[in-house]
């Protein structure tokens, strides 16, 4: 519209300017007074029009200013609220990240708690162990004393193995070693040439599980001991039972070879 406008004013400094001697020569100065009215006219409607235009204009801005106004603060507000919420987030993910730490630290201390509750309660649960062919549900304990005594008794030490076996038997009367224990205490008695009292022991050994794997060995070990107390006649009598009572043993192999070089 300004464009227009500027278009109609230089026309009508044309028709002032310029024209004015041609057009005097073809029309009254009435007409074109007129024209010059009505050229004034148009261009001063046309800057109304613009002037109205730029006003509105003006207006529409001054109102969008105003109605952007809240929503730049709104803005504003926002991205501090984000700001914050990102900060907030990085809080509780470096907590999640130390409670992460602390779970898995408490887990590992967990763990290592109930393996050595385990390896304590290992020490006292019974335990399968296998001597002389015979398997049995033995403590940590009794088997430890019993390889402690027979461990004393293959060292030579016939006095402190005969007080091991002894104390074992007294300690542990329900336990699956006491049989064995018996048949090593009455070798231990020999050892320590108390014969009487590793007959004793050695009888009560075979009298008791007369199917132990060692019984022919104790009756053996028996005539042996009744050789070294010179009563020839008992040992003959328990060499004669052990050929009857175990025939297939090695022991009773022993004895017959033994009762050979009596007579």
Same mark, same amino acid.
């Given at each position: ?41 148009? +261009?001063? @409607? ?16 001054? !109102? ?18 984000? !700001? ?20 898995? !630290? ?12 385990? !390896? ?10 296998? +001597? ?8 940590? @304990? ?63 050994? +075979? ?13 053996? @070990? ?42």
């Amino acid at each position: 519209m300004h464009r227009a406008g500027t278009r109609l004013a230089a026309a009508a400094a044309l028709l002032i300017g310029v024209s004015l001697p041609a057009q005097a020569q073809l029309f009254p100065d009435n007409e074109a007074r007129r024209a010059i009215v009505d050229l004034r006219t148009k +261009v001063e @409607a046309e800057q109304a029009q613009n002037r109205a235009a730029l006003d509105a204009l003006a207006k529409t801005q001054a !109102e969008l200013a105003e109605t952007l106004a809240p929503l730049r603060r709104a803005v504003v507000d926002l991205n501090a609220e984000i !700001e914050l919420l990102r900060g907030e987030v990085a809080r509780l993910r470096g907590s999640n990240e130390q409670l992460a730490r602390d779970l898995a !630290e408490l887990q590992r201390r967990q763990a290592d708690l109930a393996q050595g509750v385990d !390896e304590r309660l290992r020490r006292f649960e019974p335990q399968k162990v296998s +001597v002389d062919g015979r398997e049995f549900l033995a403590s940590p @304990a009794e088997k430890r004393a019993f390889d402690d005594a027979l461990a004393t008794l293959r060292g030579g030490n016939f006095a402190a193995a005969a007080g091991a076996f002894t104390a074992f038997v007294a300690g542990h009367p329900d336990s699956g070693y006491v049989p064995s224990a018996r048949f090593w205490l009455g070798n231990a008695l020999y050892g320590k040439k108390e014969y009487a009292e590793a007959i004793a022991v050695l009888r009560e050994f +075979v009298a008791k599980t007369p199917t132990h794997p060692r019984a022919p060995e104790a009756m053996l @070990a028996v005539a042996n001991s009744q050789l070294e107390m010179k009563d020839t006649k008992a040992a003959r009598q328990t060499l004669a039972d052990l050929q009857k009572a175990y025939p297939q043993s090695e022991a009773a192999a022993a004895a017959k070879d033994r009762l050979a070089a009596l007579r």
